[in-house]
């Protein structure tokens, strides 16, 4: 059973930045596929970045509407994926959740990930 453990939202103003964490089990990069998704109120739960598990190359994946300001990150020392974040907007508020799939290759679909954290609350403020 994966464990993932998400940190570090909160408020901030549009414009600025924030790093996500998700520790997960030891040995998860080895075998899964990480995907950082968020969920605003109203809306359904969606990919906004994605990194395969080291095995097939770390590749990412990133929604068209965060490309160019935010990064998405594994450090398998610390069991850790991070997404950085910057060039803030209100509109990206919502919970955001670290998860981790089985696929081969990355999915967008939610269905594809099996294992997820709690969810850390982001608030933009405009």
């Known amino acids: 059973q994966v464990q993932l453990v998400e940190s570090g939202g909160g408020l901030v103003q549009a414009g600025g930045s924030l790093r996500l964490s998700c520790a997960a089990s030891?040995?998860?990069?080895?075998?899964?596929?990480m995907g950082w998704f968020r969920q605003a109120p109203g809306k359904e739960r969606a990919l906004v970045a994605g990194i395969g598990n080291r095995w097939r190359g770390s590749v990412t994946y990133y929604a068209d509407s965060v490309k160019g300001r935010f990064t998405i990150s594994g450090d398998d020392r610390k069991n850790t994926v991070y997404l950085q974040m910057k060039s803030l907007k209100a509109e990206d508020t919502a919970v955001y959740y670290c998860a981790a799939g089985g696929r081969p290759t990355i999915t967008t679909d939610a269905a594809d990930f099996g294992s997820w954290g709690q969810g850390t609350q982001v608030t933009v403020s405009s």
């Open positions: 030891e040995g998860t990069f080895s075998n899964y596929n």
